[in-house]
């Protein structure tokens, strides 16, 4: 990844992913945030594809969130990444995943801290990433995550999260946790901040995103924290033409 110092005359960048979305039909609240704002959708939800399509007409970079296996062995869902998998299974599992997320130009994992410390799995994963000219963005669910390594190996534009908005959601933790990522946006010039669709994050980003400009700092899709020639290297998933008129219908915007 690479960082550089903010000037006066270059604001400090800001990449907000918001994950999970697609379980819960209030998930439609993410089309209110600002389109600098990444989407990251979870596979085979019951609201993901139809949020991936309106977040993508409304200018939202859209990222898949793939279920990789969690130290604590949490429910996973379809399109999930386990041990032992071969590269076929692998390639099927993220090519079935894409299929039902459109629009997609970058990968993050969803979970991951058992499966992320697995080199041989990563290297899988990236195989297959990298065919599809698709970043990524490791999550980090664990410190001892490899996979950053992994996808910078296989020549994948690869970014890290620096900080969660809320592992706590109040008021005063997201503050806490927001203000974290300001701070390290100023002092490197970017700043990768994860989130989720919860009510009382979507409220606290309504309220403070728009006090972005005037302390300097731009929101901006992931992808924009790349290189220029990195960015030129994704290729985004793009429905055929004849699909592209059997997308669902936009969901309606959450503002009256």
Not at 29 to 51: E, N, Y
Not at 147 to 152: F, H, L, N, V, W
Not at 179 to 201: D, F, M, N, S, W
């Amino acid at each position: 990844m690479l960082l550089c110092c903010s000037t006066l005359a270059t604001a400090a960048e800001l990449s907000l992913i918001i994950d999970d979305v697609g379980y819960r039909q209030t998930d439609h609240r993410v089309l209110d945030l600002p389109p600098g704002t990444t989407l990251s959708v979870l596979p085979h939800t019951p609201w993901g594809r139809q949020l991936a399509v309106s977040g993508w007409r409304q200018g939202h970079e859209i990222m898949l969130h793939l279920p990789m296996l969690a130290e604590a062995g949490n429910a996973l869902g379809p399109s999930a990444l386990l041990p032992g998998m071969s590269q076929w299974q692998v390639q099927l599992t993220i090519k079935r995943a894409l299929a039902d997320v459109p629009f997609v130009c970058g990968v993050n994992n969803h979970m991951g801290s058992e499966l992320t410390r697995q080199r041989p799995m990563m290297d899988k994963v990236m195989t297959e990433l990298a065919e599809r000219k698709l970043f990524f963005v490791d999550s980090l669910t664990t410190p001892d995550s490899v996979a950053y390594d992994s996808a910078a190996a296989h020549g994948i534009p690869t970014l890290k999260r620096h900080v969660f908005l809320d592992n706590e959601t109040q008021d005063v933790d997201l503050n806490r946790q927001f203000e974290q990522a300001l701070t390290i946006a100023r002092k490197y010039g970017q700043a990768v901040l994860i989130g989720h669709p919860y009510p009382e994050t979507l409220n606290y980003l309504e309220r403070n995103l728009s006090r972005l400009p005037e302390m300097g700092i731009r929101l901006v899709p992931a992808s924009k924290l790349l290189s220029d020639r990195q960015r030129q290297w994704i290729r985004p998933v793009q429905p055929p033409t004849a699909y592209l008129h059997k997308l669902p219908a936009p969901v309606p915007s959450a503002s009256p």
